[in-house]
T-cell receptor
Framework: ELKVEQNPLFLSMQEGKNYTIYCNYS?????LYWYRQDPGKSLESLFV?????AVKQEGRLMASLDTKARLSTLHITAAVHDLSATYFC??????????????FGTGTLLAVQP | NAGVMQNPRHLVRRRGQEARLRCSPV?????VYWYRQLPEEGLKFMVY????????ESGMPKERFSAEFPKEGPSILRIQQVVRGDSAAYFC???????????????FGSGTRLTVV
């Protein structure tokens, strides 16, 4: 069974600092998604990574995918308070097949302190 | 385009009652997915439906839970004889094509937060 693990589970950081959230998964996949969730709200799609070596950036967030290491990273540059939220990675275990569902990690709660 | 609409936003049920959760997908989307999020956890896949068909229900509990997506109208997730362990946020998502064939993934609704008292 595919497992998706994120770390850290909780991250408290100061404004202006850089940090990285890691997402490891246990089986072969070449599609990985990052979502943001604010408290009590739905999930907002941030990035879709579709191949080994894919890198995408939006504002202060940058995501990358290494399918050989089964690892994705979400890098935060010069954090601001507005980035406080829970971040989820999700893997499509579709490699070689068609499952049409996502397996989510447990999430990383990011709290950016002034 | 109003996105994925779920209702109600909050639902309180007593143990033993039935809960009906509704999901209207993005206009033109024929693929609907239901996920459950328990407190402090990530989302867990429940079921994938296309119009009038259940394609994958591997994440659905074997008893008390059912889902449908009729030709007309919203998709319905139905939970019979609810228990406290059913308390969770239930999210619906939709996509235009199968997930594997889209570069953008799902569009999620705002969820229904079910509380069983």
């Amino acid at each position: 069974e595919l497992k998706v693990e994120q770390n850290p589970l909780f991250l408290s950081m100061q404004e202006g600092k850089n940090y990285t959230i890691y997402c490891n998964y246990s089986t072969t996949s070449d599609r990985l998604y990052w979502y943001r969730q604010d408290p009590g709200k739905s999930l907002e799609s941030l990035f879709v990574l579709l191949s080994n070596g894919a890198v995408k950036q939006e504002g202060r967030l940058m995501a990358s995918l290494d399918t050989k290491a089964r690892l994705s990273t979400l890098h935060i540059t010069a954090a601001v308070h507005d980035l406080s939220a829970t971040y989820f990675c999700a893997v499509d275990p579709n490699y070689g097949g068609a499952t049409n569902k996502l397996i989510f990690g447990t999430g990383t709660l990011l709290a950016v302190q002034p | 385009n109003a996105g994925v609409m779920q209702n109600p936003r909050h639902l309180v049920r007593r143990r033993g009652q039935e809960a009906r959760l509704r999901c209207s997908p993005v206009k033109g989307h024929s693929h609907v997915y239901w996920y459950r999020q328990l407190p402090e956890e990530g989302l867990k896949f429940m079921v994938y439906l296309q119009k009038e068909n259940i394609i994958d229900e591997s994440g659905m509990p074997k008893e008390r839970f059912s889902a449908e997506f009729p030709k007309e109208g919203p998709s319905i997730l139905r939970i019979q004889q609810v228990v406290r362990g059913d308390s969770a946020a239930y999210f619906c998502a939709s996509s235009l094509t199968i997930l594997w064939d889209t570069a953008s993934g799902y569009t999620f609704g705002s969820g229904t937060r079910l509380t069983v008292v």
